[in-house]
């Protein structure tokens, strides 16, 4: 495993576009080498004669039966939207791809 540093901390939150103070990156860095440590401990964990688990509680859930009980009123909702076109909304780009 490499070492994570603060300068490469930096480059993830760039890419990522995220503002991180220089004050606050030393100690960011420090919890994601903690993080990073225990993922290391757990994934070198022996789980060979760990029989697995569906789920930890045996309890189940009881489910109603997927029945309609309205009626369909997407014309009703969208006479309130700006703009619609075939049953969709339609809505401003919100994400520029570079």
């Given at each position: ?14 890419l990522?576009k995220?503002?991180i103070s220089?004050d ?5 860095t420090?919890a ?6 225990l993922v ?12 697995a688990l ?5 309890a189940t859930q009881?489910?109603?039966?997927d ?11 969208q ?11 339609i ?8």
């Amino acid at each position: 495993m490499s070492t994570l540093t603060t300068e490469s901390v930096q480059k993830i939150a760039d890419l990522a576009k995220l503002h991180i103070s220089s004050d606050k990156l030393p100690a960011l860095t420090d919890a994601l080498k903690n993080i990073l440590t225990l993922v290391k401990k757990m994934d070198d964990a022996n789980t060979q004669d760990v029989q697995a688990l569906s789920h930890s509680v045996s309890a189940t859930q009881p489910l109603r039966e997927d029945i309609i009980t309205e009626k369909d009123q997407r014309d009703l909702f969208q006479k309130n939207a700006p703009q619609v076109e075939a049953g969709l909304y339609i809505v401003p780009k919100f994400v520029e791809s570079e």
